[in-house]
């Protein structure tokens, strides 16, 4: 079986630029969940869905980014404008529940310059 | 507000020795204490996983010790092996909780 899939797999832009980062959940996973990791801040979450409902977007740093969840296997999250302190490797994600055992994709590396 | 504190941040350890890796939490609501591994380059992957009805749980060279009373447990790797360098992270969670909280991680150096 296929995991988690993110694309692409790294992404370098300059500040200003929209950034769109895709993930495609493990087929019959209700639960999705997107991290960032940083040297300096480690793994932060950043919004977690379920059943294709957003439950939690604190961890969100600011109105630049959004996420959504067009069905039930696919979701996006969007930088824009994107800033050199986005810089970092995005994760998500998917659970058969919110509470089980996450499986993580491979990441994609951003680099904002 | 960080719920799951998680210490040493890194960590050197001659082959064959013990890797020792400790987590204390704050929500009485969690009952479900996961490790994760995460190798460079990788996504982190769980690795062992504990519930607070045992004091302890082994998988080959890896143990889980869970005090609840203290709400800490830790990590005890047996014999580690430079293949097990990598970047560890305690992981709280519960089925009344909603989603996994993760400590911030140790670096593991397992030297040859």
């Known amino acids: 079986d296929a995991g988690v899939i993110q694309s692409p797999r790294h992404e370098v832009t300059e500040m200003g630029q929209e950034v769109t980062l895709r993930c495609k959940l493990i087929?019959?996973?209700?639960?999705l969940f997107w991290y960032r990791q940083t040297m300096m801040r480690g793994l932060e979450l950043l919004i977690y869905f379920n059943n294709n409902v957003p439950i939690d977007d604190s961890g969100m740093p600011e109105d630049r980014f959004s996420a959504k969840m067009p069905n039930a296997s696919f979701s996006t999250l969007k930088i824009q404008p994107s800033e050199p302190r986005d810089s970092a490797v995005y994760f998500c994600a998917s659970s058969w529940t919110m509470q089980e055992t996450q499986y993580f994709g491979p990441g994609t590396r951003l680099l904002v310059l | 507000q960080q719920q799951v504190k998680q210490s040493p941040q890194s960590l050197i350890v001659q082959k064959g020795g013990i890797s020792i890796i400790n987590c204390a939490y704050e929500?009485?609501?969690?009952?479900?204490f996961p490790w994760y591994q995460q190798f460079p380059g990788k996504g982190p992957a769980l690795l062992i996983a504990i519930r607070p009805d045992v004091s302890e749980k082994k998988e080959g060279r890896f143990t889980i010790s869970f005090n609840k009373s203290a709400k800490q447990f830790s990590l005890h790797i047996m014999d580690s092996q430079p293949g097990d360098s990598a970047t560890y992270f305690c992981v709280a969670g519960g089925t009344s909780y909603g989603k996994l909280t993760f400590g911030q991680g140790t670096i593991l150096t397992v030297h040859p």
């Open positions: 929500n009485t609501a969690f009952d479900y």
């Open positions: 087929s019959g996973h209700n639960s």
